[in-house]
């Protein structure tokens, strides 16, 4: 199918965008009127996927009593509304606004890198307002670098435009089969840049991946993102994000390896899988738990 709406997925989207666009100039705090419906709804009502939620939590904390297990489901359905009306919000938000809600530390440490010459890849996950995370361009000196992030086109086009506009606001975004030959021609031109992978997805029985002990089970990684830092000898870096209060988040910006083609494969993906372990431990009713993550029996990790 071609990449191209149709005239009448233009007239049939047209009061979702008009409506999504109204929304984007409501204030937060009306927003999260939205998205504490949209939590119960999902929640209680819907009941979202609640199976696969459930299974990976209590799997993921099997010392902790029912009632803490609750207590973590219903802050991932409220988080997740969260990041939804969030995520609607960015296009009627200045930079001045993000730059107030979404803070980055260390954010030296890439004007560092890019100041040696280096290009680089970012780990992230379906962590906290992973939605966010490309407004990283506002916090550095060099403007002349690429920040870009790596996406899975969706299948219906206008929902995959949509994002794309509203993910295009402070960042590139580059289709996950074009990747390696677009930072090909980035090299071939003298380009720096810095490129961000979801990482935590569950792979495809066919993707190259990496085994890990995630979370206290079995868990493949997928391997690409590694491949591609070994390959270009890139630097890595990890986004730990938390939210300090609603609407509010604080990314600390950790190195993975200075050159990832400098360690043996599969140790960057281990190095990230256990940071982002730290991460949810902290704060376990902000990760993507509706996700069936794991695929491996406990005994089958290699």
């Not at 009941?47 to 297990?69: A, C, G, T």
């Not at 935590?200 to 995630?214: A, E, G, K, L, N």
């Amino acid at each position: 199918m071609s990449n191209e709406l149709k005239m009448w997925q233009r007239v049939a989207y047209l009061p979702l965008g008009g409506l999504l666009w109204l929304l984007s100039q409501l204030p937060l705090d009306a927003l999260y009127l939205v998205a504490d419906f949209i939590a119960m709804i999902a929640h209680r009502v819907v009941k979202y996927r609640l199976r696969v939620v459930r299974h990976n939590i209590r799997d993921s904390f099997p010392q902790k009593s029912e009632e803490e297990l609750r207590r973590i489901e219903s802050q991932f359905y409220h988080h997740l509304a969260n990041v939804f009306v969030e995520t609607i919000k960015v296009p009627g938000m200045s930079a001045e606004q993000m730059k107030r809600r979404m803070r980055f530390e260390d954010a030296e440490l890439i004007d560092r890198l890019f100041d040696e010459g280096k290009s680089i890849i970012i780990y992230t996950s379906h962590f906290a307002n992973w939605e966010w995370i490309p407004s990283i361009a506002l916090w550095c000196r060099h403007k002349e670098a690429v920040y870009a992030h790596v996406y899975k086109p969706l299948s219906n086009k206008w929902f995959d435009r949509y994002f794309l506009k509203i993910r295009g606001v402070y960042n590139f975004s580059i289709p996950m089969n074009r990747v390696l030959r677009q930072m090909v021609e980035w090299r071939k031109d003298g380009v720096q840049s810095i490129v961000g992978f979801l990482s935590d997805q569950r792979p495809r029985r066919s993707t190259f991946t990496v085994d890990v002990d995630f979370m206290g089970r079995p868990t493949k990684f997928i391997a690409g993102t590694e491949e591609i830092a070994r390959k270009f000898g890139l630097a890595v870096l990890f986004f730990d994000t938390r939210c300090d209060k609603r609407g509010h988040y604080v990314s600390t910006i950790r190195l993975v390896a200075e050159d990832a083609s400098a360690l043996e494969f599969g140790e960057v993906t281990r190095r990230y899988a256990a940071m982002l372990e730290q991460s949810i431990h902290a704060t376990p009713g902000a990760y993507l738990w509706s996700h069936n993550r794991w695929s491996l029996k406990k005994n089958e990790l290699k």
